[in-house]
């Protein structure tokens, strides 16, 4: 075992260009409906360009050396980075979130989930009447913005008692409620019913999301009362192959979701924010039991605050307050820990349409061990599941291949 414990941080949808094969995924373009490849993404170029980044931490690792047509603006190239980096590319069919954590550990899917850009087919809906005994407010049943459907359609709920259903260009469907009129046990338990008739064709949605949310007319506001009813994996990810070799796992975020909580012993909770992650993060890495294992961590904001609502000046920010908290994470390292910031895809905030963009993702791996770090070459999301099965001596699910001896 070369590293005692490893800490993987996603930062959601953090990508850095477009990927090979971006010609075959799609934006649509909210004012135009226009359907626009993803060959001109670049999240981090993109804000680096218009915004700017200030990001010494993440500068001095190296982020500004993994390799790009054109460097980035704000972000510098060193002579000396401290962490080996490089980009990875997605072989699975899919720039969701469940497609790229699964492949980064270990899992390739070659055939999409179900998206339902149109909405939802009628028979479902009716399913979910009958059901839970309230109406769906057909208006919201196409792919929207979180927070736009609940200013939209909060007012019709409180009046009607109705549900706010909705997708986006995930394949997703979302029960968005206002606590006062379909309390949490009620949402959580429709939410299931839906679960439990979309795991298979025609439906097979990857994610069923309760978006609890509080406030009056103007001012609502999504709650931390959030929570995913994922599908299992379809097969045996490194995640669960460490469980069951009796390796401690830790979940920071989201991560528990995505997996429907196959291969995680210890759950930290979801995030109230990324900064709340970060902390529950440092609470997990701080553990005096925590000796040995994986800890694997999910910011989603950048994602769902910023990159699905175009928000670029937020973006920046994001990334800034995340650089900002890099020494506390650096600090609870051990001499034999390996840290991994990447992402799992794209959501170019200076992109048209509101989906995710189909990008390579960043790789930095830091240890306090490591003695020659430099940009290794561009490799594949399931390179890191390979690596972590290599570092913990277990089987790998045969895809991906492990960078662990280049680490020195």
């Not at 704000?74 to 000396?80: A, I, P």
């Not at 706010?164 to 009129?181: C, G, K, R």
């Not at 097979?204 to 999301?209: D, E, K, L, N, P």
Request: negative net charge; aromatic residues 10%.
């Amino acid at each position: 075992m070369k590293f005692k414990r490893i800490h993987l941080v996603v930062t959601d949808s953090v990508g850095i260009g477009a990927a090979p094969d971006a010609d075959k995924f799609f934006n649509h373009d909210v004012v135009t409906h226009e359907a626009i490849d993803d060959t001109k993404s670049d999240t981090i170029g993109h804000i680096s360009e218009i915004r700017g980044l200030k990001v010494p931490h993440l500068e001095k690792l190296g982020w500004g050396n993994i390799p790009r047509e054109t460097p980035l603006k704000t972000v510098k190239k060193v002579d000396q980075p401290k962490a080996y980096v490089t980009k990875m590319e997605e072989v699975s069919v899919g720039k969701d979130t469940m497609t790229g954590h699964w492949e980064i550990m270990g899992l390739n899917l070659h055939e999409p989930f179900q998206t339902f850009p149109e909405g939802f087919p009628e028979d479902l809906l009716t399913k979910i009447e009958e059901f839970s005994g309230r109406k769906v407010i057909r208006g919201a049943n196409k792919p929207y913005s979180g927070t736009a459907v609940i200013d939209d359609f909060a007012p019709e709920q409180l009046e009607t008692g109705g549900l706010i259903i909705y997708t986006s260009a995930d394949p997703v469907l979302q029960i968005a409620a206002h606590e006062e009129v379909i309390p949490l046990e009620e949402l959580y338990k429709i939410c299931e019913y839906v679960r439990s008739i979309t795991l298979e064709p025609p439906y097979m949605i990857g994610r069923i999301i309760a978006r609890p949310f509080i406030g009056v007319e103007g001012k609502f506001e999504r709650t931390a009362g959030r929570h995913d009813y994922a599908l299992s994996p379809f097969g045996e990810t490194v995640l669960e192959k460490l469980y069951n070799a009796g390796i401690d796992t830790y979940s920071v975020g989201k991560i528990s979701d995505i997996f429907n909580e196959v291969g995680v012993k210890y759950d930290m909770g979801h995030n109230l924010n990324d900064m709340d992650g970060v902390d529950r993060l440092l609470k997990a890495m701080a553990k005096e039991e925590f000796v040995e294992g994986f800890s694997f961590t999910n910011l989603v904001d950048f994602d769902a605050k910023y990159g699905h609502r175009r928000d670029i000046e937020g973006y920046g920010q994001a990334i800034e307050d995340f650089d900002a908290r890099l020494p506390e994470i650096r600090d609870l390292l051990k001499e034999d820990d390996l840290l991994m910031i990447t992402s799992d895809h794209g959501n170019d905030p200076a992109y048209p349409g509101t989906d995710h963009t189909r990008e390579y993702i960043p790789l930095v791996i830091y240890s306090k061990s490591l003695k020659e770090p430099k940009v290794l070459p561009t490799g594949h999301f399931s390179d890191i599941a390979a690596t972590i099965a290599d570092n913990f001596g277990i089987e790998g699910t045969g895809n991906g291949e492990s960078f662990l001896d280049s680490l020195v």
